[in-house]
């Protein structure tokens, strides 16, 4: 990436109202306390088969808030013999989640590859409609579902799939209706590759998109990030993801990864946090995998963690642009708006604990609670959150949470965030179904050690 590109970047976030922190703002020391600290999440493509390696799974949990599963929840992995459901290793990856306090993200409903034979033009209306039900009816606690994947040609035509030859251009609004209807909260996406630059495939889908926005079908899009020095982070990526975020739909950016090394793709990488960072909407990044010996593309050595678990210079770029650092100090960033207002600090035992909405939709709202150390150091802290019958928090991240017999008392203590220097800042958040109810939780005293 070329300095111009840097620069620009920088320009754009200047005249988007982002306001610099002073050299005492003590940064946050993962990529997910980071972009927590920032409203986004910072996510991985997880592979359930690695789980029983110990670097895979503690690097996964100490670093990323969002678990997509990379192939355990498409067709050919659930459905591959007609109506007969395989939810085993899409489980492992749910699961995990849970246990980590995450979001996961299904990984894709409608798609023409990784598609069993069974699937043809002449069964495709009802196979379709009876997968994403089982699917939906399944995993009803996922944050988020791509629910048609890559259903464009380069020049902007229907990709000639089984779901197109049965019911033409109207299979992907189609696609949308079923699982709305199977799951009216769960947040609904396109997904795609090479949308990054204007053209005809961007306009295919920025139509698309704005077509199901108008029925109410969609609420956000996916650009999937493969980059290569044949096809590099554009200049104008945050010009693009602005324009879709315009339509009414939060952007994302899915499927991250960058070949290369050292400091050419650290500055790639470093690009696209920033693009993300200068659009209120753009809700977080996914890195397509933990380490690059298990990466699609592990020649091209495309993530932030090498074969043996290292952090890359790229990842260093990363955490500097959400404003982390390894330590000390740092004087990044952070983005104006997001959050719709607090309830003020909560003093406690050497901590404080600040509450905020920062996103509702549907029947749901998510709420992120800051917790601040105080004049000293603290290893551990902990607060509690109370939610109002008939809420209910369905997912949880960057914190390890535990519920009174109620469920409505969620304790809340730290998943590897719980050391923090004198004045700084870590976070977590929550996700709560309103059920018609849309009165903020309380937040009890911060209590540290």
């Known amino acids: 990436m070329h300095a111009a590109l840097i620069l620009g970047l920088a320009a754009v976030l200047a005249s988007a109202g982002l306001v610099a922190l002073s050299g005492s703002a003590t940064a946050q020391t993962t990529l997910a306390s980071a ?66 306090g995450v979001q996961y993200r299904g990984h894709t409903l409608v798609w023409h590859s990784q598609l069993p034979g069974w699937v043809n033009s002449g069964n495709a209306r009802q196979a379709m409609t009876n997968h994403i039900n089982a699917v939906l009816q399944h995993w009803p606690d996922a944050a988020y579902w791509d629910v048609v994947n890559e259903a464009f040609e380069e020049n902007g035509s229907r990709r000639n799939s089984p779901f ?88 994302e950016i899915t499927e991250l990864d960058i070949a290369g090394s050292g400091s050419s793709q650290a500055q790639q990488y470093q690009g696209v946090t920033q693009a993300c960072l200068a659009v209120t909407r753009c809700t977080g990044i996914t890195v397509w995998g933990v380490t690059d010996k298990y990466s699609w593309r592990s020649q091209d050595t495309p993530l932030l963690f090498d074969g043996n678990y290292n952090k890359k210079a790229a990842y260093t770029a990363v955490l500097n642009a959400l404003g982390g650092s390894s330590g000390g100090t740092s004087g990044g960033t952070t983005v104006g708006g997001g959050d719709n207002g607090g309830n003020g600090g909560t003093p406690g035992a050497g901590c404080t604990a600040t509450y905020s909405e920062t996103d509702r939709w549907g029947d749901r709202f998510n709420g992120r609670v800051v917790i601040t150390a105080g004049s000293a150091p603290i290893s551990n802290w902990s607060v509690t959150v109370t939610v109002h019958s008939p809420q209910r928090i369905s997912a949880t991240w960057n914190g390890s949470p535990t519920w009174d017999g109620s469920g409505n008392v969620m304790t809340m203590r730290p998943n590897g965030n719980g050391t923090l220097a004198a004045g700084a800042s870590t976070s977590f958040g929550f996700t709560v179904m309103a059920n018609g109810n849309w009165q903020a939780p309380t937040i009890g005293t911060c209590t540290a050690s």
């Not at 359930?48 to 498409?74: D, G, P, Q």
């Not at 990054?196 to 609420?219: F, W």
Request: net charge negative; charged share 20%.
């Open 35 to 100: 972009a927590a600290a920032k409203g986004k999440y910072f996510g991985v493509a997880a592979n359930e088969n690695y789980f029983n390696e110990s670097a895979y799974t503690s690097t996964m949990t100490r670093e990323f808030n969002s678990l997509t599963a990379e192939n355990s929840m498409k067709w050919d992995t659930v459905q591959r013999n007609q109506g007969q459901f395989n939810w085993g290793p899409g489980d492992r990856i749910a699961q995990q989640a849970r246990n980590m």
């Open 164 to 251: 197109q030859q049965a019911m033409g251009d109207g299979f992907i609004a189609e696609a949308f209706r079923i699982a709305r209807q199977a799951d009216p909260d769960t947040k609904l996406c396109y997904n795609d590759y090479n949308l990054e630059n204007p053209g005809p495939k961007q306009d295919a889908a920025y139509n698309l998109v704005r077509d199901l926005k108008a029925q109410g079908l969609i609420d956000c899009i996916g650009f999937q990030g493969h980059f290569n020095s044949g096809n590099p982070v554009p200049q104008n990526f945050h010009q693009t993801l602005q324009r879709f975020a315009d339509l009414g739909v939060d952007v």
